[in-house]
C-alpha cells in the first residue's frame, strides 16, 4: 500500500467541523494545538455547508507544521430512496443522505449557479433553527421560566455565520445556569420543567451531557420546539455531487456502519451490494467516522472498500458538545490497527495529492465527468506521500 511502517506512518483525521459550523472546539487554534500534542500530522476541515474557516485552516497548519485537507458536509435527499423507504446513513430518516466533499480548492472558488445554490442551502438551514429558536422562546415564557433567550446574541457570541440546533441549546444551557447562579438544584428543577417532568440524567457539570439532553428533549423530532426542515434544506443527492465538484473537491460518502447493537442500515447492510450501488451512483470515496464503529467491523468494511479501488479516510467529527482526543480510535476508545491506519493515511494521500493537481489548474483525481481511473489511484499516493513527506522535511530543518 505504501512504504512508511509502524510509527513512521503519520497520523490523520481528515473530518474535523470548526466554529463555523458547530464544533466542541473554542476555535481553531485549539483544534490544531490538539493535532500537534496528540501527533496528528494531515488534518481535515469539514464543516456543514461551509468553507469560511479554510484560511484560517490553512494559516494554522502552516503555522505548526500540518498537512491541511479541506472538506464541505452536506445533508442531501435521494428521492427515489425516499419513495422506497431505504434508510441510507440517516437511520431515521429514508432517503436522507449525508455526504462530505474532500479536496476542495483553497483559495475556495465556485461558480454560480453552483455558488447561488450553496448560499440557498445555507440560508434554509439558518431560517429553520431560528425558527426552533422562536418556539424556544415560546416555550420559556409559557412555562415562566423568567428569561427569553437572544438571537443576535447567540449569533454573535456563539457562531461563526452558520446556526445549528446546538448553538441553541448551549445558548440555553449558559442562559439557565447564569439565571440559577449555578445551583444544581435550580438547574435541575427547571430543566424538569422544560422536560415536562423527565428528569435531568447528566450531572449539571457535564455541560456536554446537559446540552445533548435540551438537544434531545426539546430540539430533535418530538420535542416542543422542534420545527421539521422544508424540502428547499435539502439538495437532491447529484445536484450536491455537482456542487463539490464544481468546488475542485471528490464527493464522498459517509459510512454509519455498525451501531451499538451490531445493526447497519438497508443500504449499508450488504456490503458488495454497497459498493456496487455508490459506484453506480458516482462515488469513489467514502469516510468513516471511526468512534461510531466497532473495530472489527470497521476493518472489514474498509479493507474492502478499499480493495475496491475507493479512497477511503476516517475522521472524528467533533460537531458535538464532547472535546474527544483528535487522534482516532474506534468504538470504546481502541486504536486503530495498523491495516486501518495505512488504509486511512492513503486516503489522505490521494486527497492532497488531488488538492495539489487542482491548485495547479491541472486535472485532479477526478476527470471532467466526475469519473476516476481507480487503476491510477496507487500513483495518486505516492505523489501524496511525497507531498507530506516533503511537508514534514521542511518542518525539520525550520
Partial sequence: MNNKKGHDLPDVNAHLHTPYSFSAFRDIDEALDMAVEEGVKVVG??????TKGYDEWADGCSKRGLV????IEFISLNEADQKAGLRVNDP???????????????????????????????LESNRQVERMYE????????????FLLNLDQIKQELTRGSLRERHLARALRMKLYEYCNNSESVISEMLATLFSGKQLQSATDDHAGVENEIRANLLKAGGTAFVPEESTAFLPMQTVCRIIRAAGGIPTYPFLADDPKGVYTDFENDL???????????????????TRNEQQQLEKYAS?????????????????????????????????????KEINYAGACVIVAHQHLVAQGLQGYLNAEGVADRSRRDEYVSLGASLIEMKRTEIKNV
Fill in 92 to 122: 431515521a430518516n429514508p432517503g436522507r443522505t449525508y455526504l462530505s466533499g474532500k479536496g476542495l480548492t483553497h483559495p475556495f472558488h465556485l461558480e454560480k449557479p453552483y455558488a447561488l445554490q450553496l448560499a440557498a442551502v445555507q
Fill in 135 to 146: 418556539k424556544l422562546n415560546e416555550l420559556l415564557q409559557k412555562k415562566q421560566m423568567g
Fill in 68 to 71: 491541511p485537507l479541506f472538506g
Fill in 45 to 50: 476541515i469539514n464543516d456543514f455547508y461551509t
Fill in 272 to 290: 458488495e451490494k454497497v459498493a456496487i450501488a455508490l459506484t453506480e451512483r458516482g462515488f469513489h470515496s467514502v469516510e468513516f467516522i471511526t
Fill in 304 to 340: 474492502y472498500l478499499y480493495e475496491q479501488g475507493f479512497i477511503v479516510t476516517f475522521g472524528s467529527e467533533h460537531n458535538t458538545p464532547l472535546l474527544e482526543p483528535i487522534l482516532l480510535s474506534t468504538r470504546g476508545g481502541v486504536p486503530l490497527t495498523h491495516r486501518l
